[in-house]
Structures are given as C-alpha cells and as structure tokens.
T-cell receptor, first 115, second 114 residues
Framework: EPEVTQTPSHQVTQMGQEVILRCVPI?????FYWYRQILGQKVEFLVS????????KSEIFDDQFSVERPDGSNFTLKIRSTKLEDSAMYFC?????????????FGDGTRLSIL | AQTVTQSQPEMSVQEAETVTLSCTYD???????LFWYKQPPSRQMILVIR??????QNATENRFSVNFQKAAKSFSLKISDSQLGDAAMYFC???????????FGGGTRLMVKP
C-alpha cells in the first residue's frame, strides 16, 4: 500500500538555524498538509497546500514557516530561524482530493529537536 | 473554534474483550466529519473509521464501530474482540465542512493485556 514518507526521522538543529523537513506524499494525491505535535500536547494543524499554493494555515504558521513543492514529488516544510519551542514531532499528510470525507494519510513523522 | 476532548489518557483491555474510547467535541457547525486514527508505536497514524455528521447510522469497520451522538456531541470508538495489535495511541479528529484542517483530541493510549 502506498505510504507517505518523511525524512529525516530525527533532526537536531541549533537554535537560530534553518531547517528543512522533507516529505514524499502518495503519488496520485493532490493535497498536502503539515501538522506538529509538541511533546505531551495535541497534534496541531499547520498548513494545507494545493496546486502550488497554501490553501489554509493556522496561527502557528507564521512568517518563520514556509512550504514548497520543489520538484513535483517532494513537499517540504522550512523553518527559517528555529526556536526552542519549535521542538516537536512534525507530521506530513496527503489526500487524494479535497472534501471533508477524504482521509488524510500520514507519514511517520520527523522529530525535530532544537538545542 | 472547534475543540476535541478525549477524557481518557490511558485505557487497558483484556485480549478478546471489548473496550470503548470516548471523544467529545464542540462545534457550532451542523455538517462536519469525525475520524478515529490509530498510531502504533511505529508512529504512523492510520485511519480507523470515519463518520459523516449528517448520517444517523453509526459507522462500522470490522471489529471497530462508533457510537455517534450528534446532540450530545459525542463520538466514541468501540473495539470488539481486542487483539494485541490494537495496542496504540488513538486520536479522535474533527473536520468541518469547509477546509481540510483536522482538529485532534489529546489521544488515548490503549494497552491490550494478553
């Protein structure tokens, strides 16, 4: 069964550095998402992306964050200048179509640790 | 804003027994969708079951079924004939009729005892 894959599984970065988290969505999916889960807290929506533009974003997704689909297969989340509070598990997801009944398929996540 | 609450941080069940995980939500929308996701220790969240709010009939997927009480804003998951492989974190999630954002509950860790 096709899966969403994320790399790396664990990323350690110094505070203030830029970090890029990578995701390969399921190949025929058109909608892409990032979520994060700070340790001990709920999974939170960050952003959704369709047709090469952001379709929805949360308050968390400020100017420090950006997303890109650079080559038609990868979907990336960039954090420009990382802060300690960015430490979290970041999940990528994709869905075939829009519509609230469409399931989102999640990757294994990338654990981001900011030192 | 919508909120989703899972009041049971941990639950345990004996193998082959039945367990019910609770979920409540708060919304002003009349049309929405509810999901249960399972996250085994390998970390990938997998969709277990989903329910459309306009459907009165409770969704069922093999050993998994829901009890959807729209007036009470309750969406519990029942796992019948529990198996060791059911041990995981279970997340309840809400999605409104507009947009694709999922709002998650805090999760319930289910342990299955042999």
């Amino acid at each position: 069964e096709p899966e969403v894959t994320q790399t790396p599984s664990h990323q350690v970065t110094q505070m203030g550095q830029e970090v890029i988290l990578r995701c390969v969505p399921i190949s025929n999916h058109l909608y892409f998402y990032w979520y994060r889960q700070i340790l001990g807290q709920k999974v939170e929506f960050l952003v959704s992306f369709y047709n090469n533009e952001i379709s929805e974003k949360s308050e968390i997704f400020d100017d420090q964050f950006s997303v890109e689909r650079p080559d038609g297969s990868n979907f990336t989340l960039k954090i420009r200048s990382t802060k300690l509070e960015d430490s979290a598990m970041y999940f990528c997801a994709s869905s075939e179509r829009s519509g609230s009944y469409q399931p989102q398929h999640f990757g294994d996540g990338t654990r981001l640790s900011i030192l | 804003a919508q909120t989703v609450t899972q009041s049971q941080p941990e639950m345990s069940v004996q193998e082959a027994e039945t367990v019910t995980l609770s979920c409540t939500y708060d919304t002003s929308e009349s049309d929405y969708y509810l999901f249960w996701y399972k996250q085994p220790p390998s970390r990938q969240m997998i969709l277990v079951i989903r329910q459309e709010a306009y459907k009165q009939q409770n969704a069922t997927e093999n050993r998994f079924s829901v009890n959807f009480q729209k007036a009470a804003k309750s969406f519990s998951l029942k796992i019948s004939d529990s198996q060791l492989g059911d041990a995981a974190m279970y997340f309840c999630a809400y999605r409104g009729n507009a947009g694709n954002m999922l709002t998650f509950g805090g999760g319930t860790r289910l342990m299955v005892k042999p």
